[in-house]
């Protein structure tokens, strides 16, 4: 989970669709709003929640880089500008076993009752859902299995010129 606004494949899927990004993304070295995805080289994205969030993403990378000896702050390997050298990403993972602190069946009634209540919860007027992490991503990967995933033309056309360069059949 990236510990940022936007993920920065968001920012790349931005500019290959030629779209400005939503203020708030990203700053410039200035502090100012950066909306061209374009320019994301000169700018730094901004993490969730404003201070608070940059604590959680400092404690994530804690555990997820520093502790086991990978990449972080200046040592990070910007891939998007040198795919050569090796980036040595870290990664966290943890493991709760819940039958430790509680009942199974007892845990599961618990959530299923909060997400009730989450799904319950009165909207404010022009939403349609309230929903749970991953429900729309879900959603999206059910509707590009069976419809397929929209290419922005520029990446079709990058796909169709690197097949005609490796002489193998162009997507699509």
């Known amino acids: 989970m990236a510990t940022t606004v936007a993920a920065y494949g968001k ?50 990378g804690l555990l997820a880089v520093t502790l086991n000896g990978a990449a972080m702050g200046r040592d990070v390997v910007d891939f998007n500008n040198d795919d050569t050298t090796a980036t040595n990403t870290g990664h966290v993972i943890v493991a709760i076993n819940v039958a430790m602190f509680r009942d199974i069946a007892d845990f599961k009634t618990s959530v299923d009752q909060l ?17 749970l992490p991953g429900e729309q991503s879900h959603a999206k990967r059910l509707e590009r299995t069976r419809l397929g995933i ?23």
């Open 11 to 60: 920012v790349k899927t931005s500019a290959q669709r030629g779209e400005t990004m939503p203020e708030g993304w990203m700053i410039d070295r200035q502090g100012k709003p950066l909306t061209d995805p374009k320019r994301a080289g000169e700018g730094l994205l901004l993490p969730i929640g404003g201070y608070k969030g940059y604590g959680l993403a400092l404690v994530f």
């Open 115 to 131: 997400v009730r209540d989450i799904r319950n919860s009165k909207r404010l007027p022009g939403v349609d859902a309230i929903r």
């Open 150 to 172: 929209p290419l922005p033309p520029a990446l079709a056309t990058g796909l169709d010129q690197l097949a005609h360069e490796l002489k193998i059949p162009a997507p699509g």
